[in-house]
């Protein structure tokens, strides 16, 4: 059966407002530095999120990073990946020789995703095929039995229709399928209650780039609920209802809720102040510390999986 999307205006406005959103944001990180293309040895000015600032990204992310893509590349593809953004992980599991397809809706992203797979190519023939395709995930129709492995790299939470989405995923998965998800879930309860009042006291305390004032006015007004929104218009959409989505419709192979209080404000701390790495490491230590004993909830939930449930 064929799946259209709503023929509401509310719902085409967004989602074109979605796609604009996230080709804003690139063009704005571009000028401040970031190099979407390479996305290494580089830190945006006035770096605020973790992945801005490719030092704090590899500490961090990274290992996740480098296991999603080892799982993907072992599959032998095709890969899928479901929002792609500029491409970069989609153009490292390429770079093992898979072949891989991504599909975002922003098209400016798509523009550049293809630009960079393309040059790719040109320096690295042994590279595996990329193609880059504009795509609503909320409606997407995938092929059946099409895929090695789906991956995604903090995209699900944007998706109102995570149950249609997971549908599909099993769909165009091979029989034994992988699929890999790092995403943004909701810190709900008492647990993720404490993950925020850390966050708010740490961002008090530490040396960042913004003056002590305005951290104050901004903790005020946070408390208060009075942060002005510059987020996209399906932001966290999914994010309280994703983790048990994929426990549901998947087989879970491995699973972790990672970045408690960090992920706010770690990638604005000074990095010219004395002590700057081990001042990192440290909050780094204690955030994976406090997540694994269980006193605080991670932001992020990284999953791998397969399609063949118990």
Known sequence: MKITPSKS???EEKIKQEGAFWDKEVANLMERGFDFENRENFRAKNAILIWEDSFLEGLIRGPYKNEMIAVAAATKGPVLE???G????SRKIA???VEVTGYDIAEKNIRLANEFAAKQRQKDPSSGAIKFEIKDLNYAELPPDQFGAVVVWDSL???PEMEKICEQIKKTLRPGGALVVWDHIDQSGVRGALSKLFTLFFYLTVPTWEKFSEKVRYVMNRLRGKIPSEESPFEDAASHSLEGLLKKNFRIQKKSNPIAFIGFFIARIRPTIKGYKMLINSLIWLDR???KVGILKG?????VAT????
């Open 157 to 159: 939470h944007h998706l």
């Open 307 to 310: 399609n063949e449930k118990e």
């Open 9 to 11: 205006p509310t719902y």
């Open 299 to 303: 932001e992020y939930v990284y999953i």
């Open 82 to 84: 479901l929002g792609c």
């Open 95 to 97: 770079s093992h020789g």
């Open 289 to 291: 510390t406090l997540c």
């Open 86 to 89: 500029t491409g970069w992980l």
